[in-house]
């Protein structure tokens, strides 16, 4: 896998919170750290343990949230369980500049507005659970979730996993029955090898 994936389209890669997308998105960054970056998003939500200013996302007060968004600086913008996140232009500029193809790893609010924005192509990678029972489990397990948040993301999730169904709205849905195979399926479709 040592060329470049021919499209440099960013890659949209959106999914229920717990199905595994940011896991395998992280993957395919250490697999191919000259050719992905990850965008960083915005946030108003509280930072957790371990997760730092600038690289996680970029934690913001809600005023400075709002003017952001106000003065058009965000490509897209959505509330989550809520909190609200958004891109900024200025995140996606940075990594076009690298010459390097932008993830964005967003939520279907978001996903919507980009798919919208005609000055905006992309690919777009839905990744699902393999069922809502799996989900929870994970949700839990990773104990930095109250019950209420992980009700309200079980609840996004089920929106989440109908909105993937939609037609036209994702080039590709991948089932994360399996990590290492998920992975295989995401990797050889970002490099065109099907
Ligand atoms: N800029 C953005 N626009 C829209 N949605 C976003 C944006 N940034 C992050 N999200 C989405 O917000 C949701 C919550 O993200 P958060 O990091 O708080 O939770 P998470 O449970 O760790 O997410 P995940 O497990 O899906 O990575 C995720 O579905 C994420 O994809």
Excluded at 2 to 28: E, H, M, N
């Amino acid at each position: 896998m040592a060329s470049p994936p021919p499209d440099r389209r960013p890659l949209v890669i959106s999914g229920p919170s717990g199905a595994g997308k940011g896991t395998l998105t992280q993957k395919l960054i250490d697999a191919h750290p000259n050719t992905f970056e990850l965008t960083v998003s915005h946030t108003t939500r509280q930072a957790r343990p371990g997760e730092k200013d600038g690289i996680s996302y970029h934690f913001v007060s809600i005023e400075t949230y709002n003017t952001l968004k106000s003065n058009g600086s965000l490509i897209e913008d959505a509330m989550y369980t809520g909190d609200f996140y958004g891109t900024s232009k200025a995140a996606l500029a940075e990594i076009f500049e690298k010459q390097l193809i932008p993830i964005l790893d967003i939520e279907m609010t978001g996903v919507k507005q980009v798919k919208a924005n005609p000055e905006f192509e992309a690919h777009y990678v839905s990744i699902k659970p393999r069922g809502l029972d799996v989900l929870e489990q994970q949700l839990r397990g990773r104990g930095t979730e109250s019950e209420h948040n992980i009700q309200a993301r079980l609840d996004q999730a089920r929106r989440e996993l109908e909105f993937a169904e939609t037609a036209g709205v994702f080039d590709r849905v991948i089932v994360n029955d399996d990590p290492e195979r998920a992975y295989a399926e995401l990797e050889s479709f970002v490099f065109g090898l099907e």
